[in-house]
């Protein structure tokens, strides 16, 4: 079993930034990727960012590239630094593990946490 708990979500005016983490606990064996998904009212969850195991691969959806950035300090500890944010960054964001290699598909990805509100204002 594994545990996965975000944190960090909150209001923030658009143009600003904030920082999104993630914990996992629990059987590490079964952690390989991680990545962040995220769910706005009305919308599918899409994907935003993952990470390989060893933080040496990374892969961004295209409406986020270039503002944030994942790292990860650990097999369990992964961030989502998110800058110069939109309006339309606003969603529930999800943190994700899994033992993929490295994957944008939610599908993919075996435990989950609960999510976090991140609110942007105009």
């Known amino acids: 079993q594994v545990h996965v708990v975000e944190s960090g979500g909150r209001l923030v005016q658009a143009g600003g930034s904030l920082r999104l983490s993630c914990a996992a606990s629990?059987?590490?064996?079964?952690?390989?990727?991680m990545g962040w998904f995220r769910q706005a009212p009305g919308k599918k969850r899409e994907f935003v960012a993952a990470?390989?195991?060893?933080?040496?691969?990374m892969e961004y959806a295209d409406s986020v590239k270039g503002r944030f950035t994942i790292s990860r300090d650990n097999v369990v500890t992964v961030y989502l630094q998110m800058n110069e944010v939109k309006p339309e960054d606003t969603a529930v964001y999800f943190c994700?593990?899994?033992?993929?290699?490295?994957?944008?598909?939610?599908?993919?990805?075996?435990?989950w946490g609960q999510g976090t509100q991140v609110t942007v204002s105009s």
């Open positions: 990470i390989s195991r060893n933080g040496g691969s």
């Open positions: 629990g059987r590490i064996a079964s952690i390989y990727a």
């Open positions: 994700a593990a899994g033992g993929v290699l490295l994957s944008t598909r939610d599908f993919e990805y075996d435990y």
